[in-house]
């Protein structure tokens, strides 16, 4: 049996941005264990273009994908967070409480 070796291909030594750690990482700069939680996303979300596993799979063969997927590993994302718009708080030190009136002079 000659298996060819496809498990590290496109790996990276690098550091994981799903959870910080370092080691081998994929093109998408994820561990293999985020990559794995990013695919269980994606299949969640049916976002069929970006698995891999639901690569060249009908519909229905999709959906039971998913359904194991969901099965097994509950239906709560574990990557990917839920699409809510998520603004990026700017911390905004308004200064509070404290008026400093300003003369002019006058
Ligand atoms: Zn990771």
Redesign the pocket.
């Given at each position: 049996m000659n298996k060819p070796n496809d498990e590290e291909w496109g790996m990276y030594d690098g550091q994981?941005?799903?959870?910080?750690?370092y080691g081998r990482?994929n093109d998408l700069g994820?561990?293999e264990?985020?990559a794995d939680k990013l695919e269980r996303d994606l299949i969640r979300k049916r976002d069929w273009d970006y698995s891999a596993s639901a690569f060249g799979l009908s519909a229905d063969d999709r959906e039971q994908l998913r359904r194991q997927i969901i099965a097994r590993h509950g239906e709560k994302m574990e990557l990917i967070a839920p699409s809510e718009n998520r603004h990026k708080k700017q911390h905004r030190r308004s200064s509070h409480g404290s008026p400093s009136p300003r003369h002019s002079g006058a």
């Open positions: 994981c941005v799903g959870c910080d750690v990482v994820l561990c264990e985020c």
